[in-house]
């Protein structure tokens, strides 16, 4: 009678083998959902300005994010008040770098009237001429309402949101405090409400 071919061996894989088999399983699908998961959202965090060294963190963090841009800026701002060689300057350059480097930046300025006089406010006169001849698009809100709003929203997603104005002194000596967060859902209502400010429209780019 013909031998039988040998059958290959049924010997189960030793205790060792198959936890190191388990290990590298969980660690594969954990890089894959590292790598495919959205990115976490960072918990929300105070910025505090009060005149105190080291408490300039409002400043700090709005240079860095808006130098990390990709896509779009919005400013939304009550006051900017230029400042040549202070804090203001800084950012007023931060947003003219983005501009240059593709970002599309929009900053919303508050016209606002004189409380005395009732004349038109020239409070952003020259911060609006330095943006626009550093290719940043600059809008004005309606002479009769007031645009009291103090906030950035960059890439659809970071906001800057309190009581900072952009002024020396909210920056260096005033007590003002803001938050940072990543809230993709909040960046889009502010950008709707952007939206009903005249001219938004005709500047705005849908994000890539």
């Not at 009732?118 to 609006?128: F, G, I, W, Y």
Request: with cysteine; hydrophobic share 45%; charged share 20%.
């Amino acid at each position: 009678m013909p031998e039988l071919p040998l059958q290959p061996s049924m010997m189960p894989w030793l205790p060792w083998q198959r936890r190191l088999v388990i290990i590298l399983g969980l660690t594969l699908i954990i890089l894959i959902l590292g790598i495919v998961a959205p990115v976490r959202a960072l918990p929300p965090r105070l910025l505090v300005s009060d005149g105190t060294p080291g408490s300039t963190t409002y400043l700090a963090t709005a240079l860095r994010t808006l130098s990390a841009a990709q896509y779009r800026i919005t400013v939304v701002m009550y006051v900017i008040r230029y400042d040549p060689d202070g804090p203001i300057a800084a950012l007023l350059q931060a947003l003219s770098d983005a501009a240059a480097r593709g970002v599309d930046v929009r900053v919303v300025m508050d016209q606002g009237r004189d409380w005395k006089t009732q004349e038109p406010d020239d409070k952003h006169v020259e911060a609006m001429t330095w943006l626009r001849t550093h290719g940043v698009t600059v809008l004005l809100d309606e002479l009769d309402r007031t645009t009291h709003v103090k906030a950035i929203v960059v890439d659809g997603r970071t906001l800057l949101l309190g009581s900072h104005n952009w002024t020396r002194y909210a920056l260096t000596q005033n007590r003002e405090w803001s938050v940072v967060l990543d809230d993709t859902a909040m960046a889009a209502d502010i950008e709707a409400q952007c939206a009903t400010i005249p001219g938004w429209q005709q500047t705005f780019r849908p994000m890539e």
